[in-house]
């Protein structure tokens, strides 16, 4: 069973970046389709990133396309997040999510697909 923990969250101001990073344990990470998720408040749980567990397929949000980017590294169990361009609607507390996959290239963007999470991370984006 793999276990969780995002780091990098914090107070930024509109147009700033903001890197998260999630480090895994407890198993083969490799076996995990990864994504990051976010929960706005009075809002729900939804994929803003997702990758394949072969870091090769890609699942990005429309409000995120083009300033977000995730990236895996199999090597060092970690998954991150880059976010640029930061607005304050991006403004939630932002979770590391973890499923395991058959296939290696598939990439699955619905919540309710992952069954492991971090404790997630305050990111707060002021205008």
Same mark, same amino acid.
């Given at each position: 069973?793999?276990?969780?923990?995002?780091?990098?969250?914090?107070? !930024?101001? %509109?147009?700033?970046?903001?890197?998260?990073?999630?480090?895994?344990?407890?198993?083969?990470?490799?076996?995990?389709?990864?994504?990051?998720?976010?929960?706005?408040?009075?809002?729900?749980?939804?994929? !803003?990133?997702?990758?394949?567990?072969?870091?090769?397929?890609?699942?990005?949000?429309?409000? !995120?396309?083009?300033?977000?980017?995730?990236?895996?590294?199999?090597?060092?169990?970690?998954?991150?997040?880059?976010?640029?361009?930061?607005?304050?609607?991006?403004?939630?507390?932002?979770?590391?999510?973890?499923?395991?996959?058959?296939?290696?290239?598939? !990439?699955?963007?619905?919540?309710?697909?992952?069954?492991?999470?971090?404790?997630?991370?305050?990111? %707060?984006?002021?205008?």
């Amino acid at each position: 069973q793999v276990q969780l923990v995002e780091s990098g969250g914090g107070l !930024v101001q %509109t147009g700033d970046s903001l890197r998260l990073s999630c480090a895994a344990s407890g198993g083969p990470f490799s076996n995990y389709a990864m994504a990051w998720l976010r929960q706005a408040p009075g809002k729900g749980r939804i994929v !803003v990133a997702a990758i394949s567990r072969n870091g090769e397929t890609y699942y990005y949000a429309d409000s !995120v396309k083009g300033r977000f980017t995730i990236s895996r590294d199999n090597a060092k169990n970690t998954v991150d997040l880059q976010m640029n361009n930061l607005k304050p609607e991006d403004t939630a507390i932002y979770f590391c999510g973890a499923r395991s996959g058959y296939y290696s290239h598939s !990439v699955y963007d619905e919540s309710r697909e992952y069954n492991y999470w971090g404790p997630g991370t305050q990111v %707060t984006v002021s205008s």
